[in-house]
């Protein structure tokens, strides 16, 4: 199944080559889950992330338990830090 991706500011740098600006669409196996697709576009573990399927916040504790479905939408947000 296909999912589209994503990835703002810094971010866009891990999208795979051949992406359009800032976004890709991958194919994922069914039961495929918001953990994976950090997994699998390699982001930084030690980071924390806004994350959002379909324009609905997951809470880190519901990566590993979210799963996707077809033509849904993940969007990834660095951090932000400041003083």
Same mark, same amino acid.
């Given at each position: 199944m296909k999912v589209t991706v994503k990835l703002l500011g810094?971010?866009?740098?891990?999208l795979p080559a051949g992406s359009g600006f800032g976004e890709t669409t991958l194919?994922? %196996?069914a039961g495929?889950?918001?953990a994976r697709v950090l997994q699998t576009l390699r982001l930084p %573990?030690?980071?924390t992330y806004l994350i959002m399927v379909n324009d609905e916040r997951i809470a880190a504790a519901e990566l590993g338990s979210r799963v996707l479905d077809e033509g849904d939408t993940v969007t990834i947000a660095p951090p932000i830090k400041g003083g």
């Open positions: 810094k971010l866009r740098s891990r194919e994922v %196996g495929t889950t918001t %573990g030690d980071e």
